[in-house]
């Protein structure tokens, strides 16, 4: 992945996070993940091995930020809401209850 969809992506990810997706713009996170892709921008001349380390931290802190929204989405789903009907429990496991011949 190169570093520029790295950076969109992790932009993208702290959007999904907020709960204001337009005041990405002034949140810290995104501030301070700006200033790092700036502070290690490379030219075509210039082989940097702080590049490549900036671009290995970016999709690190992309899978810990997609792996938490996955993680909240799916606690959210299936966290104990108390009692469930049987109808309920059959379809959060996938499973069809039998139909009563008439």
């Known amino acids: ?7 969109r992506s992790l932009l993208h990810e702290l959007r999904e996070a907020a709960s204001n997706p337009d005041a990405i713009k002034n949140s810290l996170a995104a501030r301070y993940i700006l ?30 930020l997609s792996s938490q929204r996955k993680y909240n989405a799916i606690y959210k789903e299936y966290h104990s809401r108390g009692e469930r009907s049987v109808k309920e429990t059959a379809d959060l496991v996938g499973f069809k209850l039998p139909t009563d011949p008439k």
């Open 1 to 7: 992945m190169s570093g520029k969809r790295v950076l």
């Open 35 to 64: 200033a790092q892709y700036k502070k290690f921008e490379t030219t075509d001349q210039q082989l940097c091995k702080a590049r490549n380390e900036a671009v290995f931290l970016g999709q690190t802190y992309l899978s810990y």
